[in-house]
T-cell receptor, first 112, second 115 residues
Framework: RKEVEQDPGPFNVPEGATVAFNCTYS??????FFWYRQDCRKEPKLLMS???SGNEDGRFTAQLNRASQYISLLIRDSKLSDSATYLC?????????????FGSGTRLSIRP | DTGVSQDPRHKITKRGQNVTFRCDPI?????LYWYRQTLGQGPEFLTY????????KSRLLSDRFSAERPKGSFSTLEIQRTEQGDSAMYLC?????????????FGSGTRLTVV
């Protein structure tokens, strides 16, 4: 089983739609969780951390389910500028070996 | 110092040549990471440093790859006798240990093309 598995997509949705991605991870010792966004031919950029209680940042909502070892990202009222690849990143935390393993990402395309 | 910088941005080299890339992390970050990314894939871990110590190196990394961080600041990644399969984006990232909730900051990458 891969350490991080994501639905590769592509998700092709109209502007204004709500879209959700899931990501499963295999390392139950993971302590920190992040979503990164990567535009075509650019570097990944941190989108948001994912907290145990779930968290929201504007149109973006992240959820964590430790029991089932999955993380989700919900984007509401999607914009054209949301088109990107979204990378799920579980992390062992500062006390671990500390390298992070990326999934292959979920590609999102927003159409006008 | 506003972020992680990498040099060069692009490198085209002939097969068999050696190449060296440089990464300057965010100055207060003590951890530095190298990743490689090919089209359609997520970044693949290569190696990382805490200060000047190289703490882990991917088993996927052949002996042709070597990385250094001599003074715990900037780092270099050298690829010897390049092969076409080395063509990829090489990403450097840095982070502050004990700040695991802050994630990593990536540089813009060095795109290597081996012809």
């Amino acid at each position: 089983r891969k350490e991080v598995e994501q639905d590769p997509g592509p998700f092709n949705v109209p502007e204004g739609a709500t879209v959700a991605f899931n990501c499963t991870y295999s390392n139950s010792a993971s302590q920190s969780f992040f979503w990164y966004r990567q535009d075509c031919r650019k570097e990944p950029k941190l989108l948001m951390s994912v907290y145990s209680s779930g968290n929201e940042d504007g149109r973006f909502t992240a959820q964590l389910n430790r029991a089932s070892q999955y993380i989700s990202l919900l984007i509401r009222d999607s914009k054209l500028s949301d088109s990107a690849t979204y990378l799920c990143v579980p992390h062992g935390g500062y006390s671990s070996a500390s390298k992070i393993i990326f999934g292959s990402g979920t590609r999102l395309s927003i159409r006008p | 110092d506003t972020g992680v910088s990498q040099d060069p941005r692009h490198k085209i080299t002939k097969r068999g040549q050696n190449v060296t890339f440089r990464c300057d992390p965010i100055s207060e970050h003590n951890r530095l990471y190298w990743y490689r990314q090919t089209l359609g894939q997520g970044p693949e871990f290569l190696t990382y440093f805490q200060n000047e110590a190289q703490l882990e190196k991917s088993r996927l990394l052949s002996d042709r790859f070597s990385a250094e961080r001599p003074k715990g600041s900037f780092s270099t990644l050298e690829i010897q006798r390049t092969e076409q399969g080395d063509s990829a984006m090489y990403l450097c990232a840095s982070s502050l240990w004990r700040a695991s909730n802050y994630g990593y900051t990536f540089g813009s990458g060095t795109r290597l093309t081996v012809v």
